[in-house]
């Protein structure tokens, strides 16, 4: 028996602890297990501590590969080492185990990162390899367009469970029709034989009736761009499931330092539908916290009426955005964010700034940021700016920060073609977020194919800007209501909604030749947005008075309320909207038998009164309160949580709070009278 360093630390319910040659840790929702082999740590169990469920396995000697592809050898365990962390204030308190390994044949430093969050349903691993002595000494696939898929980590599994898998698009501008879905999920039921691949998702998970467990890759890959070297899963009968894709080409190894590859999460849980959407949100909100002070703004960008580059450009010289700041405190709107366009002159056919690099240019501002600036302040506005992500440097973003004071910063054009250009504009985006207090945040760009962030990698820096949708051209992105809210509907499923900005639109410009918008009120439009993060991606001064009539009660329902929305957790419910469903979404507060309906009776849906069902609600009465008018009544919730629910007239909605509080009386007035 190979013994390992002892250890035990504990941060609230989490804990990590050794005895012998095993490795434990443990959220205290679910707990892991693993051996030291001497060639590496091994998973023996992982299990569901609700249910004790448990997933064992004593048969591999590693859990992963090495770079370059092969099973690792010999190693010794140099040092193991565990504190409490946060990642510089980037994600949630955990403790943080790391080894170090050497693998002399191979020539090679191995860091293998494990972090615990207390009360998570799932635990995070990271590898990261640096070169020792010599290069390794077996070379596969070291080429610059190979990318071996080097296993990074491993699970128990059966030959019995269901095999689930599924990963979203990005290029979204390619995906405004209602048969191109955001969502790819595959399920395969059949009984496993011999080895299942699957190379386009970003997570694939093992089920049973009563519950399940997940690996998820924490890189950029999306179902349509695989992007650097992120592998795949592979499911085998007789050793588990397994996570392939270091993230890292042995040629991009060094013997500097360190290079990180893309990181793993192990999810568990105990349930069917439900349980597995919540095990996915719920820690996305550990890996990616969420300030609702900070982080639940209102916001309109400058770029989305333009009918072309040079249009838009010219919406973002200084007498439109001072325009602009009018309106924008006059509904009610907190962020103005500045699209590209400050950087040229107005008009201009490029985004691409000259000598003068990423500074306001003074033929659209004379006097800098400062008359914009001014104005936001006395208008209670905060600003924002739009940048190419990898051409903007350092001491320019902070350079705007100290001229403009802005806040979001959504950084686009970004093509990340390797590790180094990965680690570049991460580490740049990292140092600006400290430097600024982590008073800013960053809005990711997934419009286009290029290998951007995806979903579910750096989004401990910001949120994702999800589309574009505009009133007529490119007419590829013409706004349509029903696919707007199909793709934040399907982005509810597994992605935490809080942290995706929705598309709101002047459905009275949009092209009636392509869209039925005008058949839409703008209170609906806005609506469609508003369990998400609203983006006004329009000019807000174009707005008629009608118009803002219907808006400004809306946004004010919204303010009341987007910090309780932000602590909870959004689920999509009804059917998939698709212009003829009755749809919508349900925040529920953690903890609480309180939350928010946000419900939506399509165009051209005939059923003026429906029943849908909610999530995480036992049968008993609950309370409705009407969150634009103000009314309350009372609704029994049926057998399988459905409600029953009433729009007279499509398309309607309804913005609702609902609280579940006397269920709890009711059940204990019960057992009092038994």
Same mark, same amino acid.
């Given at each position: 028996?190979?013994?390992?360093?002892?250890?035990?630390?504990?941060?609230?319910?989490?804990?990590?602890?050794?005895?012998?040659? =095993?490795l434990?840790?443990?959220?205290?929702?679910?707990?892991?297990?693993?051996?030291?082999?001497?060639?590496?740590?091994?998973?023996?169990?992982?299990?569901?501590?609700?249910?004790?469920?448990? @997933?064992?396995?004593?048969?591999?000697?590693?859990?992963?590969?090495?770079?370059?592809?092969? &099973?690792?050898?010999?190693?010794?365990?140099?040092?193991l080492a565990v504190d409490a962390a946060c990642d510089e204030g980037f994600t949630s308190e955990h403790l943080c185990l790391t080894a170090e390994l050497l693998y002399p044949q191979d020539g090679l430093l191995l860091r293998w990162i494990v972090w615990v969050y207390p009360g998570a349903p799932g635990v995070r691993t990271q590898l990261a390899a640096r070169l020792a002595g010599s290069r390794p000494a077996r070379q596969a696939g070291t080429g610059p367009k190979a990318a071996p898929d080097a296993r990074v980590d491993r699970v128990p599994g059966g030959t019995a469970a269901v095999r689930r898998f599924f990963g979203y698009y990005?290029?979204?501008?390619? =995906?405004?029709?209602?048969?191109?879905?955001?969502?790819?999920?595959?399920?395969?039921?059949?009984?496993?034989?011999?080895? &299942?691949?699957?190379?386009?998702?970003?997570?694939?998970?093992?089920?049973?009736?009563?519950?399940?467990?997940?690996?998820?890759?924490?890189?950029?890959?999306?179902?349509?761009?695989?992007?650097?070297?992120?592998?795949?899963?592979?499911?085998?009968?007789?050793?588990?499931?397994?996570?392939?894709?270091?993230?890292?080409?042995?040629?991009?190894?060094?013997?500097?330092?360190?290079?990180?590859?893309w990181a793993t999460w192990c999810l568990v849980w105990n349930g069917a539908e439900f349980e597995r959407q919540t095990a996915f949100k719920t820690f996305e909100r550990?890996?990616?916290?969420?300030?609702?002070?900070?982080?639940?703004?209102?916001?309109?960008?400058? @770029?989305?009426?333009?009918?072309?580059? &040079?249009?838009?450009?010219?919406?973002?010289?200084?007498?439109?955005?001072?325009?602009?700041?009018?309106?924008?405190?006059?509904?009610?709107?907190?962020?103005?964010?500045?699209?590209?366009? @400050?950087?040229?002159?107005?008009?201009h056919a490029s985004w691409q700034p000259g000598e003068g690099g990423w500074q306001p240019h003074p033929a659209g501002y004379p006097q800098g940021w400062s008359r914009v600036r001014r104005r936001a302040a006395e208008l209670g506005v905060n600003l924002g700016l739009w940048a190419a992500a990898q051409h903007i440097t350092l001491r320019e973003l902070q350079a705007s920060r100290e001229a403009g004071g802005f806040r979001q910063y959504k950084l686009d054009y970004a093509h990340l073609k390797s590790r180094r250009d990965i680690d570049e504009l991460m580490g740049k985006v990292r140092a600006f977020i400290s430097?600024?207090?982590?008073?800013?945040?960053?809005?990711?760009?997934?419009?286009?194919?290029?290998?951007?962030?995806?979903?579910?990698?750096?989004? &401990?820096?910001?949120?994702?800007?999800?589309?574009? =949708?505009?009133?007529?051209?490119?007419?590829?992105?013409?706004?349509?209501?029903?696919?707007?809210?199909?793709?934040? @509907?399907?982005?509810?499923?597994?992605?935490?909604?809080?942290?995706?900005?929705?598309?709101?639109?002047?459905?009275?410009?949009?092209?009636?030749?392509?869209?039925?918008?005008?058949?839409?009120?703008q209170a609906y439009a806005v609506a469609i947005a508003l369990m998400s993060l609203p983006l006004f991606f329009l000019e807000t001064k174009l707005y008629s008075a009608a118009a803002k009539a219907q808006i400004k009660p809306l946004l004010n329902a919204y303010r009341q309320h987007r910090e309780a929305l932000s602590r909870g957790l959004v689920y999509p419910i009804g059917s998939q909207p698709n212009n003829h469903s009755w749809t919508g979404f349900q925040c529920r507060c953690a903890g609480e038998r309180r939350g928010y309906l946000l419900v939506f009776r399509e165009l051209h849906n005939a059923c003026a009164r429906h029943s849908v069902r909610l999530y995480g609600l036992p049968p008993g009465r609950i309370r409705l309160t009407d969150l634009l008018d103000g009314s309350r009544r009372d609704v029994m919730l049926r057998e399988h949580g459905r409600i029953p629910l009433r729009i007279p007239q499509a398309p309607g909605f309804l913005f609702l709070g609902y609280d579940g509080a006397e269920q709890k009386q009711e059940a204990a007035r019960a057992r009092r009278e038994a």
């Open positions: 028996m190979m013994e390992v360093p002892r250890l035990d630390a504990s941060l609230g319910t989490a804990r990590v602890r050794t005895r012998d040659d =095993r434990f840790v443990s959220t205290g929702q679910v707990a892991r297990s693993w051996q030291w082999t001497g060639a590496g740590f091994a998973t023996r169990e992982v299990r569901e501590l609700t249910a004790n469920r448990r @997933w064992q396995d004593t048969a591999g000697r590693c859990d992963w590969q090495l770079p370059q592809g092969g &099973e690792p050898s010999a190693g010794r365990l140099l040092s990005n290029a979204t501008q390619q =995906r405004n029709d209602t048969h191109l879905d955001l969502l790819k999920e595959a399920v395969n039921a059949y009984p496993l034989r011999g080895r &299942e691949w699957c190379d386009w998702a970003s997570v694939a998970c093992l089920e049973a009736a009563a519950g399940g467990i997940a690996l998820v890759k924490e890189s950029h890959k999306c179902v349509n761009q695989s992007g650097h070297a992120t592998g795949g899963f592979v499911c085998d009968a007789a050793s588990g499931l397994a996570c392939t894709g270091w993230g890292l080409l042995p040629n991009e190894l060094s013997d500097a330092e360190f290079t990180k590859g550990f890996r990616f916290p969420v300030d609702p002070a900070r982080d639940s703004s209102l916001q309109a960008n400058t @770029w989305g009426n333009g009918d072309c580059g &040079e249009a838009s450009r010219r919406a973002a010289a200084e007498a439109s955005v001072l325009r602009e700041l009018e309106i924008c405190a006059e509904l009610g709107i907190d962020t103005l964010q500045i699209d590209d366009g @400050w950087q040229v002159p107005p008009g430097w600024s207090g982590h008073r800013v945040r960053v809005n990711w760009d997934v419009t286009e194919n290029a290998p951007r962030c995806g979903y579910f990698f750096g989004r &401990e820096y910001g949120s994702l800007y999800l589309e574009n =949708r505009k009133p007529a051209y490119p007419p590829g992105v013409v706004y349509r209501p029903h696919t707007v809210l199909r793709d934040l @509907w399907q982005a509810a499923r597994y992605l935490d909604l809080r942290q995706i900005q929705g598309t709101i639109q002047n459905v009275d410009l949009v092209d009636r030749a392509r869209s039925d918008a005008h058949l839409h009120s």
